[in-house]
């Protein structure tokens, strides 16, 4: 199997667990007696983890190779799983969330992120770098899908083999920690080929790396930090509406359960899937950065238009929508900034842009569980849609001048 197909495999199999515990994380943690400020500290704590985890570990890579780094986060994400069907202490649980491996929402979590992004040009050819983020994106949300359905699991546990509706959720968590163990085996078979250093395929060359020593940024550094900051913005944004949260919030709203959110989440899923190879397309024709914000902005209004809905049914189908165009600026995004960095920039240009997202996105979901439990539950929704639509602005007027190499998008 190629590199290539060993990164996707990865990908997909991870995000199908992610899928399933975004979904009944807050649901959890609330049947084991926690407060929604106390499900929001717990998903702030792991994203911030994650930030942490993904500077410290990016770094190393420099050194140590990518693949050691990914298998040590697999082996990671195996730990954290177990340590959440082992304990339901407040404080061993927030431990465990220091890890940054806890699935808060259908995305990534972790270093994965970051490591696959500067991976994935040296496994193709310059020509097929937007379609190879986008395919990478698609396996995810797939899977992401597949994984949100199955978080009515437990529910059919209960029925069939009688067990409590703790130890069905705990059930998930074990499986959590067996699917970290299988990323671990599935990373131990990339290629040498994957590491900094190597030819590099992507960039169309075969020298050596050597403008910028041990992956540090030089000539991209400005536009690096730029690009950074305005990503945090976006992230602090939807740390108001990580997955988790939406959830949570359809459960205290509406009463939905695991069987109801399994299938909504699904959809969500099945939507960001069909739309990240559409992203690719459209933005061969009108480029990176219009296709993420002319995708994006729409997107905003139907977010902050959730909590107004009257009935549970037109609040899922806002939702249906907004997730239909939300995501179609990720793989945008990975293949803008992979772009515009030289091929030996791209391991910190990644690490440095995700991680401010991490760190960005890891301040407020405490802020939305405690807006949610004290002031109006449908608050985060309008502030997260409201500053995305502010970063969508700045975005384009700063950077809509700025194109990759090679790209010419049609006016």
Not at 70 to 95: Q, R
Not at 179 to 197: M, T
Request: proline letters at 5%.
């Amino acid at each position: 199997m190629t590199d290539a197909r060993l990164i996707l495999t990865a990908r997909g199999t991870r995000t199908f667990a992610y899928g399933y515990l975004s979904v009944l994380l807050g649901v959890y943690l609330e049947q084991v007696g926690f407060a929604p400020w106390q499900v929001g500290a717990i998903l702030t704590t792991t994203l911030a983890g994650s930030a942490v985890l993904t500077l410290v570990l990016a770094a190393a890579a420099d050194r140590v190779g990518r693949r050691p780094m990914l298998m040590l986060s697999a082996l990671l994400m195996a730990a954290s799983g177990g340590a959440f069907a082992a304990t339901t202490s407040y404080p061993l649980l927030v431990l465990a969330s220091l890890t940054g491996t806890i699935g808060a929402t259908s995305g990534e979590v972790g270093p994965f992120l970051s490591l696959e992004q500067a991976m994935l040009p040296q496994t193709v050819r310059p020509d097929r770098r937007n379609a190879v983020f986008g395919w990478y994106n698609t396996v995810g949300a797939l899977a992401g899908a597949l994984g949100a359905l199955f978080a009515g699991a437990p529910a059919l546990l209960q029925g069939w083999q009688g067990w409590s509706s703790a130890t069905a959720l705990r059930a998930m968590f074990v499986l959590y920690a067996v699917i970290g163990l299988a990323v671990f085996l599935i990373f131990a078979r990339l290629s040498a080929a994957v590491e900094i250093g190597s030819n590099q395929t992507g960039a169309g060359s075969t020298r050596l790396l050597r403008t910028a020593p041990h992956g540090g940024l030089g000539r991209s550094r400005a536009s690096v930090l730029r690009l950074s900051a305005l990503f945090g913005l976006d992230a602090l944004a939807g740390g108001f509406v990580v997955q988790s949260l939406i959830a949570f919030w359809f459960h205290l709203r509406w009463g939905a359960g695991l069987e109801l959110l399994g299938p909504i989440f699904l959809g969500v899923g099945l939507l960001q899937a069909a739309s990240f190879p559409a992203a690719a397309r459209i933005a061969d024709r009108i480029g990176l950065i219009n296709t993420m914000v002319f995708t994006h902005l729409p997107s905003n209004v139907l977010l902050m238009l959730i909590p107004a809905a009257p009935t549970a049914p037109l609040a899922v189908a806002l939702l249906l929508a907004r997730h239909a165009l939300s995501q179609m600026d990720v793989p945008t995004r990975q293949s803008y900034v992979m772009a515009v960095v030289d091929p030996e920039e791209r391991n910190r240009a990644a690490a440095l842009t995700n991680v401010v997202r991490n760190a960005a996105q890891a301040v407020t979901p405490i802020v939305s569980g405690y807006a949610m439990q004290v002031a109006a539950l449908g608050l985060p929704f309008v502030v997260g849609g409201a500053l995305k639509s502010v970063y969508d602005i700045i975005l384009y007027v700063q950077f809509r001048h700025l194109r990759p190499p090679g790209e010419c998008p049609r006016q």
